[in-house]
Every structure is written in C-alpha cells, then in structure tokens.
C-alpha cells in the first residue's frame, strides 16, 4: 500500500493528498506533527535527510520527496486522468504557474520560515504577518494576471480539468484565508479555486477533512 506522511496544514502534502485523489489511487496516511516536531526525529530523518513533508512511500517501498516531484510521479506511473497537458508548450506553462506557487510563494511563508521570523529573529507577530500577506500579494498579482482566457484558462488553470497547477493553488489559497489576506483583487483565482473545491477530490483532501486535524 502506498503511504503518506504528511500534516494536515501542509501545502506540499495538500497538493500530493489532490493527486492521489484525483488519480483514484488508494493509499494510507502516517500523520507527522509539524508543531510537535515530529519530522526533526531520527525515524523520520531515515526518510526525509531534510525533515520535511511530505513523503510518499511506494508500493515497493522507495520514499519520495519534494511535493512537485511526487506529483510528477504519480503522474507518469498513473498517466490517466492527466495532470499536464498534451502539448509541449501547454505543459510548460502549466508547470511555470505550478512553481509560481510552490517554489516562490510558499517556501517564504511555510512554518519553518515563520517560527524563524519570530522565534530567531525577534520578529512580532504583527510583523510576521505583514511579511506574509506581501509575499502572497505579489505571487497572487503575477499569477492572476496569468491566468487569463488568451493564456488557456478555462475552469480551471488550464483548460476544464484540474492540472498540476490546480493541485497548488488551491492550498495556497487555504492558507492566505487562514491569514485573513484580502483576495478581493483577484477574481480569476477565487473563481477556480471555488471550481475546484466543488470536486470531490479537493473536497476530500482539504485540511479539515484530514485524520490529524483534531
């Protein structure tokens, strides 16, 4: 059985958690407990050298690492329903809007980078999350001026499926709420993310629903 480690307020294991869902796969979950520490101990360290979620174990037992490297995975093991494009230039922009979020947007504002802000660098709360919502202004301003129809959005960020592009936004989005920043100026992104969240597949994955949420 496929197994993921994740938390349930991740990002990374968020987006991994719509993929496997989306793809139909059944797999168990093993909750690590960011807050608690539980990804800096020795048995998790044997999986992740960085400490880090999510990881997804294989079937055949192999840890994975690194959200868009599991999705991409999980894409080429498990082709059908597709997370990319056909078309070459469609895939890579599909995988531009995807690192948008993931590899510029979250890494400045995940936990670790929070409790490091206020725990190491005397940074006060109200400071914190200044720093937050302007990381999340500027991605979101660039990727809604992205997301528009010319580009080849539809539904969703790509056409009228879920992409990976998708599978990012939307924790992203979960936790700009959760930080009570003001979505008002970008309707293209609160219009997919409520397409999204209508699909049983982002529904399920959602943080709330998660087995570690209480």
């Known amino acids: 059985m ?6 349930f307020r991740s990002s990374a294991a968020y ?3 719509i993929a496997l869902n989306l793809k139909g796969l059944a797999h168990e979950q093993a909750p690590v ?7 800096r101990g020795d048995a998790y360290r044997t999986l992740n050298p960085q400490g880090l979620v999510p990881v997804l174990e294989t079937e055949e037992g192999v840890p994975l690492t690194q959200s868009l490297a599991i999705c ?7 082709p059908t329903p597709a997370l990319l494009p056909d078309n070459l230039e469609e895939r890579a922009r599909v995988r531009a809007l995807a690192q948008l979020v993931a590899c510029e947007m979250h890494p400045l504002n995940n936990l670790r980078v929070l409790k490091y802000l206020v725990g190491e660098l005397g940074v006060s709360e109200q400071d914190k999350l200044t720093w937050y919502r302007h990381w999340v202004i500027e991605g ?14 539809g539904d ?3 056409g009228d499926t879920p992409t990976l592009a998708d599978l990012c936004l939307v924790p992203q ?6 930080f009570e920043c003001d979505l008002a100026a970008y309707p293209t992104i609160q219009r997919i993310t409520a397409n999204c969240r209508a699909l049983e597949a982002f529904r399920l994955a959602a943080p709330g629903e998660q087995p570690d949420a209480n």
């Open 33 to 39: 407990n960011l807050v608690k520490g539980e990804n």
């Open 15 to 17: 987006r991994v958690r």
């Open 140 to 153: 979101f301003d660039a990727l809604e001026s992205m997301l528009t129809p010319a580009a080849g959005t």
């Open 173 to 178: 989005v979960f936790n700009a709420e959760r």
């Open 156 to 158: 969703f960020c790509h």
């Open 72 to 78: 991409e995975y999980l894409e080429e093991r498990y």
């Open 2 to 7: 496929t197994t993921l480690h994740g938390y």
